[in-house]
């Protein structure tokens, strides 16, 4: 299947009193129509700036979108796209829905106006047609009464129906790309549950490639498909869900995947966690971003950018300890052998 | 709704009577009495039969019950200083030029502010932003007189007259060239506060996610700014115009002096000055009315504007 969304080195800093964030680096990742993309990464690894700029969200100034990067979608770089022929893309061919929903309803406006608006902008119809097409879309994200709903106010939602409502926002005009910047977060967790089947069935039904943010990797599981580990502005590993999760190839990829709790564990083991705070993002660190928390590090992660290492079609890591020299050095044939051993 | 306006206008009467209260009392405490004047002493006798006539010769509680009656009948009493006219017809007379200015000064402060507000909230860290920070500064911090002063030494001789006010009969072109300098020079404090104010809500509205979620929807800015932010940025405005508005409306002493206005004014001041009893009552509890309806529609125009309200008032009435 051909790629519907492919960034190219994308690169994104944010200019500060401080200096020149540099919040990505260098981003390159693909997605495909009817699949889940699934980006993972802690706070402030750059997973949210990426999705904006997919989108051309970033407030500039004070953020600036690196001229060399490329946004291609559905062949098109829109990085080219003038001021209007965003406004056209966005809403209409890709989509984004928010992490706090509490939030991200407009608090005076009535729900189902706010449905309204993307489908009246972006197609040509009548306001009752309108009205309807809001009608079947909060049915479709199992809202119930919908005709009652319609004329009622955020504040008279819950979190997981206000939820929904932004995702019948997101869907109004059934784009080719929906991104959700971590769309379960905000919620509890049986909610995050019945969100998280809504987006599947529609990501199904209507073929759309979903772009999922999120440091969950219970949510990543269940849904993604692909799946991007970004660590300060960088991806450091890809590849599908079963690679990532059976056969990580970073030690970055190890340790989040070590420090899920695990609830069978009956030893009351503590928790894993990962040590020290990722780099400072105004001055990147000349090697490997991950080297200074890193338990494996050798000489040349501080010295070199790692790159990235091939494993199969989908999977690539950015570690040094993929490098044949450094298999030979530790005596090794993969780095499984060396997260197994705990050092 | 309609039972809610109700208690409002309970609340608003019993806070009417507890000014007029404590007003009757304390302006009773001021030293001296209306027949005292520092430019002339009356003789004893006609100091005494003033008194009388006024019915000052009487016990102050008396006084109270007697002032309470009349009010209830509508009657405010008889001005001390210009005899014959009682306060009910002076304030009737003067009113519809202050609220004239004051509506108008509002107005003009309203829309001006508004529009500088948004636009530097929308264009942050710009010319434009640093304009309006400029205004309210100046608007703020030079008293108005001084602005009345500037204007009528630059538009003495122009098509603008310095001093005067409109009159019946008038034609439109006439009004507007009459009470444009002294709307201009009452309405730059309100350009002022209301442009700050509405560049920092403005500003706190933009930070929200809905701003990000109407952007990306596809939303032009013109449309996220009219549909969006207006409505909610507007809010924590209602909250500082509606007492300002009270303050405008009932006349300003300053620029009703300066550009010979026929307002109401000059009485807060010179009542008291006077010792006028019926007069001070009269201004303070026309002021107090004027004020207190202003929160009342402040109240209303809240309901309007914010669903939230509107339902917890409703709710409140269950």
């Known amino acids: ?343 | 709704m309609i039972k809610y306006i109700l208690k409002k206008i309970g609340y608003m009467i019993v806070t009417l009577w507890v000014i007029l209260t404590i007003t009757f009392f304390l302006m009773n405490c001021i030293p001296g009495d209306p027949t005292q004047d520092s430019m002339k002493v009356l003789p004893e006798a006609v100091a005494n039969n003033l008194k009388a006539r006024w019915g000052l010769d009487k016990p102050l509680s008396e006084q109270y019950v007697i002032y309470l009656k009349n009010l209830l009948h509508g009657q405010m009493g008889e001005s001390y200083k210009t005899p014959g006219l009682t306060a009910n017809q002076i304030i009737s007379e003067r009113f519809p030029a202050s609220l004239q200015l004051g509506l108008q000064a509002v107005a003009v402060g309203l829309i001006l502010g508004l529009i500088l507000g948004i636009l530097a909230a929308l264009h942050r860290g710009r010319w434009i932003d640093f304009l309006t920070i400029f205004i309210a500064i100046i608007g703020v911090s030079v008293p108005s007189f001084v602005f009345a002063a500037l204007l009528q030494k630059y538009a003495a001789g122009s098509y603008f007259p310095i001093v005067g006010w409109s009159s019946k009969g008038m034609g439109i072109g006439q009004i507007f060239q009459y009470t444009f300098l002294p709307t201009v020079s009452a309405s730059i404090s309100g350009i002022a506060t209301y442009s700050r104010f509405m560049r920092s809500s403005v500003l706190d509205v933009l930070s929200n996610d809905y701003i990000l979620l109407a952007k990306s929807k596809g939303l032009s800015n013109f449309q996220i700014v009219k549909r969006h932010v207006l409505r909610n940025a507007i809010t924590p405005i209602i909250s500082i115009v509606a007492p300002q508005v009270a303050n405008i409306v009932t006349g300003s002493f300053v620029i009703e002096r300066i550009f010979s206005i026929p307002g109401l004014g000059r009485y807060y001041v010179e009542s008291v000055n006077g010792r006028d009893y019926p007069m001070i009552m009269a201004t303070t509890l026309f002021f107090s009315f004027i004020f207190i309806f202003c929160m009342v529609l402040m109240d209303i125009l809240y309901a309007i504007v914010d669903p939230r309200v509107r339902k917890s008032i409703i709710e409140g009435n269950k």
């Open chain 1, 1 to 343: 299947m051909s790629n519907l969304l492919e960034v190219k080195n994308l690169e994104v800093s944010f200019h500060t009193y401080a200096g020149e964030v540099k919040a990505v680096r260098g981003v390159s990742f693909e997605a495909k129509a009817g699949e889940c993309l699934a980006i993972v990464g802690e706070s402030g690894s750059g997973k949210t700036v990426t999705s904006k700029a997919v989108l051309g969200l970033i407030a500039t100034p004070p953020g600036e979108v690196k001229k060399t990067s490329e946004i291609i979608f559905d062949g098109q770089n829109i990085m080219n796209y003038s001021e209007k022929e965003w406004r056209a893309y966005r809403g209409k061919d890709a989509a984004m829905i928010f992490q706090d929903p509490m939030t991200s309803l407009n608090p005076t406006m009535k729900v189902g106006k706010q449905i309204m608006e993307s489908i009246l902008l972006h197609s040509k119809v009548s306001k009752d047609e309108a009205k309807k097409r809001a009608l079947e879309l909060l049915k479709m994200v199992n809202i119930p009464n919908p005709e009652e709903r319609m004329n009622q106010y955020p504040y008279e939602f819950s979190g997981g129906m206000r939820q929904r409502v932004v995702i019948a926002i997101a869907l109004a005009c059934n784009p080719k790309l929906m991104i959700a910047d971590e769309p379960t977060t905000a919620l509890d967790v049986t909610i995050q549950a019945q969100i998280i089947d809504l987006l599947k069935k529609i990501q199904k039904e209507n073929n759309t490639a979903v772009v999922m943010i999120t440091h969950d990797l219970g949510v990543v599981a269940g849904m993604a498909d692909d799946i991007i580990v970004m660590y300060a502005g960088r991806i450091v590993e890809k590849g599908t869900v079963y690679e990532i999760f059976n056969e990580p190839k970073h030690p970055y990829t190890d340790a989040l995947l070590k420090a899920v709790p695990n609830l069978k564990n009956e030893n009351k083991s503590e928790l894993r966690i990962i040590p020290g705070t990722p780099p400072d993002l105004i001055a990147p660190p000349k090697g490997c971003g991950f080297a200074s928390r890193c338990q494996y590090c050798m000489g040349i992660c501080k010295e070199q950018s790692p790159e990235y290492t091939r494993f199969s079609g989908s999977h690539e890591a950015a570690c040094w300890l993929n490098h044949p020299m450094a298999k030979e050095v530790y005596g090794i044939k993969d780095i499984k052998e060396v997260f197994e051993d705990g050092k």
